[in-house]
């Protein structure tokens, strides 16, 4: 089966950075895609690594090694609508589901 | 419609009952999929739909669960003699094709409820 391991929870100030770890050992690799899921809503996408090094989209970047099955999904300019959960989910070689993470959930406070 | 469309939102029903659950996915995406998400876990893979191709069952957790879709639009997914562990909710993807980039984009899901 796959593993895939990130924090259950992390709480941050608003205006600060937090850095939200996942950790992956799966059969293979294919992609890595972070997901945000506000409570009772659809999850949407955030980003997508495949090779390894830092994507930098706004606020939001995220980063993959791909040698030590690892990423983070990194938040700037913490703002309360980005209190929310974040997925790890990574495709596997020939394969086109994911397979998510539990899900990181992230508290913003004033 | 713009994103990928679920309904009933919320179902609450006896056990033993039998239930149906629909997605209508983003116009022009082949690839399709269902997944379920109990509280506090990840997204558990379902089944997978791509064109008219066989579609991948192998998340089904038993023979109480089917699928079916037809062309490239409306999927519907069905449990059988519901039981209180398929509490959760059910979420269903599309996306542009497989073994790509291309995200999948889920629907708001369906929360069902076995009493």
């Known amino acids: 089966g796959q593993n895939i391991d990130q924090p259950t929870e992390m709480t941050a100030t608003e205006g600060a950075i937090v850095q939200i770890n996942c950790t992956y050992q799966?059969?293979?690799?294919?992609?890595l895609f972070w997901y945000q899921q506000h409570a009772g809503e659809a999850p949407t996408f955030l980003s997508y690594?495949?090779?390894?090094g830092l994507e930098e989209k706004g606020r939001f970047s995220s980063f993959l090694s791909r040698s030590k099955g690892y990423s983070y999904l990194l938040l700037k300019e913490l703002q309360m609508k980005d209190s929310a959960s974040y997925l790890c989910?990574?495709?596997?070689?020939?394969?086109?589901?994911?397979?998510f993470g539990a899900g990181t959930t992230v508290t913003v406070r004033a | 419609g713009a994103g990928v469309s679920q309904s009933p939102s919320n179902k609450v029903t006896e056990k033993g009952k039998d239930v149906e659950l629909r997605c209508d996915p983003i116009?022009?995406?082949?690839?399709l999929y269902w997944y379920r998400q109990r509280l506090g876990q990840g997204l558990e893979f379902l089944i997978y739909?791509?064109?008219?191709?066989?579609?991948?069952k192998s998340g089904l957790p038993s023979d109480r669960f089917s699928a079916e879709r037809t062309g490239e639009s409306v999927s519907t997914l069905t449990i059988q003699r519901t039981q209180q562990e398929d509490s959760a909710v059910y979420l269903c993807?599309?996306?542009?094709?497989?073994?790509?980039?291309?995200?999948?984009?889920f629907g708001d899901g369906t929360r069902l409820s076995i009493l």
């Open positions: 690594n495949v090779l390894d």
């Open positions: 739909f791509q064109g008219n191709s066989a579609p991948d």
């Open positions: 116009s022009g995406h082949t690839a």
């Open positions: 799966t059969s293979g690799f294919n992609g």
């Open positions: 993807a599309s996306s542009q094709r497989q073994n790509s980039n291309q995200p999948q984009h």
């Open positions: 989910a990574v495709r596997t070689s020939n394969d086109y589901k994911l397979s």
